[in-house]
């Protein structure tokens, strides 16, 4: 009985650590974008706000996002920078674009036209 119950608390210890590595894995960066432009977006763009470059392009690949749609975008935990900018083109080129977005604060993110937004704080 002892050793089925060891056996039970090594298996438990096991399951932890695969959790808790997991989670250490993804960028604390991670966040929901939400479309709430009432437009359909072709592409999405992410830089780090210090950055002139776009580092992070076309987040989407051959989808879209639709109005009210959302997206989980994950992060390279190694990135460590706290302030991105977001860019999206809509289906008909247009732009929008927003800046300096806390992404450790932020949970989840409404995006509305002309740079407007709201923000789900973690």
Same mark, same amino acid.
């Given at each position: ?62 989808? #879209?996002?639709?109005? /009210?749609?959302?997206?989980?975008? &994950? ?5 460590? $920078?706290?302030?991105?900018? =977001?860019?999206? #083109?809509?289906?008909? /080129?247009?732009?929008?674009?927003? &800046? ?5 604060? $932020?949970?989840?993110?409404? =995006? ?11």
């Amino acid at each position: 009985m002892k050793q089925l119950r060891a056996l039970q608390v090594f298996f438990m210890a096991v399951v932890m650590m695969f959790a808790v590595s997991g989670t250490a894995m993804a960028g604390s960066q991670d966040f929901t974008l939400i479309n709430g432009t009432g437009r359909t977006i072709s592409y999405i763009y992410l830089s780090p706000t210090s950055e002139s470059n776009w580092i992070y392009q076309d987040e989407l690949g051959s989808n #879209v996002l639709r109005p /009210g749609q959302d997206i989980f975008l &994950y992060f390279d935990p190694r990135d460590g $920078v706290q302030f991105w900018d =977001i860019k999206v #083109v809509y289906d008909n /080129g247009a732009e929008d674009y927003w &800046y300096g977005l806390d992404l450790y604060r $932020v949970y989840s993110l409404t =995006i509305r036209p002309g740079g407007a937004s709201s923000i789900e704080m973690i």
